[in-house]
């Protein structure tokens, strides 16, 4: 894989606060990604004195919807969404079953319901479930496969 700093794209603040969240000592330097064409993996670079440093790869989740929560690890339930109830209302997501998988519409982190009911703890007036990765929601419904 060869690529020029060109190809580098500075890593938002909530990319960032993910990749700080797992590697607490990166914390204050400035971050930058190169996401691979082949494979979609996100390449993680910081800025230095010589150049860019090669920091890791997906230090950040999710590049692609993992089969996996994002926050506890639970394998997502392959599941089809209710289809007799509109996805967009709160009350519909929270009465999925807890490994259920759902969409941050932000950071777009495939993490389960439970994980979801834990983060928000009554934060949200309409009831509406919260992000445990970047706190801010709505989340979607979707199942493992990334639909």
């Not at 990319?15 to 691979?36: F, I, N």
């Not at 860019?52 to 950040?60: F, K, L, R, S, V």
């Not at 709160?90 to 941050?104: E, F, H, K």
Request: net charge positive; proline share 8%.
């Amino acid at each position: 894989m060869i690529f020029s700093g060109k190809d580098l794209t500075p890593l938002s603040r909530e990319e960032m606060a993910l990749t700080v969240r797992m590697r607490p000592d990166l914390v204050g330097r400035k971050l930058w990604d190169y996401v691979c064409p082949g494979c979609n993996a996100a390449h993680v670079f910081a800025a230095s004195r010589r150049g860019y440093e090669w920091i890791g790869a997906n230090m950040y989740l999710p590049h692609a919807t993992p089969h996996r929560c994002a926050e506890c690890r639970t394998v997502l339930a392959r599941s089809a969404p209710p289809h007799d109830a509109r996805l967009d209302r709160p009350s519909v997501l929270r009465g999925l079953p807890p490994d259920t998988g759902l969409a941050c519409s932000r950071c777009n982190a495939a993490v389960c319901v439970a994980c979801c009911e834990q983060a928000t703890r009554n934060r949200t007036q309409d009831g509406s479930l919260l992000c445990p990765r970047c706190f801010r929601g709505p989340m979607v419904y979707a199942d493992s496969d990334g639909a």
